[in-house]
């Protein structure tokens, strides 16, 4: 009976084992597998700078242009001025324009967060005023410890950031209207703080007072800071690069690294020693440090953690963030909360420089410079695209304008104008950017 189902002719290794086998065209005689597609884009780092080169063209075709626009704008900047004032890049105006560039960056960099949710906070001013206000009173008029003051005073911004992202998540009510009112509501309690004076002094020696009067004067400061800056940074590279090869992804050869790692320590190296070298410099301002240092938290929290990653999230598309499992609602308290944080922290620098607390203090032109500095340096109006130190690049843009017309001795009115259109330009590119990112199917 089993003779009869073998097919006649064929021994039964020759009989198809499923139905249609017999239809397939058998494979050639040695020939290999298929080899699956590979994303050109992964085979960058692989094929030397013709690779880079060729992967910065396809993105600013793309739309994807980065920080690019600003470090051009920096360079026009500096030969501008220059050329019209040959102390614009010395030690005195580098050091200046770090010191104020600190207190409204610090600032900066939590409207940056805010930008990336895809939202806006219009209360960093009045935040920024009240603490100030709160560090003033508890410490000049009723003899607080210094620092506790200062904690107090910067926790307060916390709490008054979360109250804005409580209402916006969880009330419902839009962040614009919500922080509008926080502008105006706390500009009254800070008012109200700084009682019929008007103004109070920062003490000699005190805390607030040292946030921007202090220097460094000696030079291994400002080159230790460098020589830090450049390991760090060489240290991110190489731990980054073990990671992609330990997933088994393309990965920064050795070469890449250690061109990065000089190029950033040409970079800090000219900055050290414009600080420290020329007559007339007085040091590495503690302001930068500070800055810096805020910096490189924030940037470790929007890209190496958990909430980061959110943010970005939450801010590309909310509603798939939430079907993500995500918690949005507590990812924008939070937001908001680090806004006010850093806002408080701001205001205490804005304080230092204006020699004390006043009834004005983050007031005029505190908050669109702060906002024009997040977009300058190339943050997104439209969320969910943006990078922390996008804060320094801008305030760098916005000060060196600011700077190089002060000693041209441009009016003010000429700074506004200026700025502004800095201002729109960069938004302009911003919208373009995306519009062409859509086109070229990327966005």
Request: aromatic fraction near 8%.
């Amino acid at each position: 009976m089993s003779d009869l189902t073998k097919t006649p002719g064929k021994t039964p290794a020759e009989t198809p084992a499923t139905p249609g086998a017999a239809e397939r065209p058998a494979a050639p005689e040695g020939s290999a597998a298929p080899v699956p597609a590979v994303d050109p884009r992964l085979l960058v780092r692989e094929e030397g700078l013709k690779g880079y080169w060729t992967e910065f063209t396809r993105k600013v075709r793309g739309g994807e242009l980065g920080s690019l626009p600003v470090f051009i704008g920096l360079i026009v900047i500096a030969i501008v001025f220059q050329s019209q004032n040959s102390n614009f890049l010395s030690a005195s105006s580098v050091a200046n324009i770090a010191v104020y560039t600190s207190g409204l960056g610090i600032m900066a960099v939590g409207i940056v967060f805010v930008l990336i949710l895809g939202e806006i906070d219009l209360s960093v001013g009045s935040v920024a005023g009240v603490g100030a206000a709160v560090w003033a009173v508890l410490n000049v008029s009723n003899g607080m410890n210094d620092w506790l003051a200062v904690a107090i005073a910067v926790l307060s911004g916390l709490a008054l950031g979360l109250l804005h992202g409580f209402f916006f998540a969880k009330i419902g009510v839009p962040a614009f209207v919500v922080t509008l009112a926080g502008f105006l509501g706390w500009s009254g309690l800070q008012i109200w703080m700084m009682g019929q004076e008007g103004s109070i002094n920062a003490p000699t020696g005190s805390v607030v007072e040292h946030l921007t009067g202090y220097y460094f004067e000696d030079k291994a400061a400002a080159y230790g800071l460098a020589l830090v800056a450049v390991l760090a940074y060489a240290a991110s590279l190489l731990l980054d690069s073990k990671r992609r090869k330990a997933a088994a992804l393309p990965s920064r050869p050795t070469s890449e690294i250690v061109l990065r790692a000089g190029v950033v320590a040409v970079l800090c190296s000219v900055v050290a020693y414009v600080l420290n070298e020329p007559a007339g410099a007085r040091g590495l301002p503690l302001a930068l440090v500070l800055f810096l240092a805020v910096l490189v938290v924030a940037d470790f929290v929007a890209r190496r953690t958990t909430f980061g990653r959110q943010v970005f999230a939450v801010g590309g598309n909310a509603e798939a963030a939430r079907r993500a499992g995500i918690n949005v609602d507590r990812v924008r308290i939070l937001v908001f909360g680090l806004s006010g944080l850093l806002a408080a922290f701001g205001g205490l620098f804005v304080a230092s420089l204006s020699g004390g607390a006043t009834k004005s203090l983050g007031g005029g032109n505190t908050l669109m410079l702060v906002i024009a500095a997040a977009v300058i340096g190339g943050t997104s109006l439209f969320g969910g695209r943006g990078k922390v130190w996008s804060a320094l690049l801008g305030m760098i843009v916005i000060q060196s304008i600011q700077q190089g017309l002060n000693m041209l001795g441009m009016a003010s009115e000429i700074q506004y104008m200026i700025t502004g259109a800095v201002l729109l330009a960069a938004v302009v590119i911003d919208s373009v950017s995306r519009r062409t990112q859509k086109t070229a199917g990327r966005a």
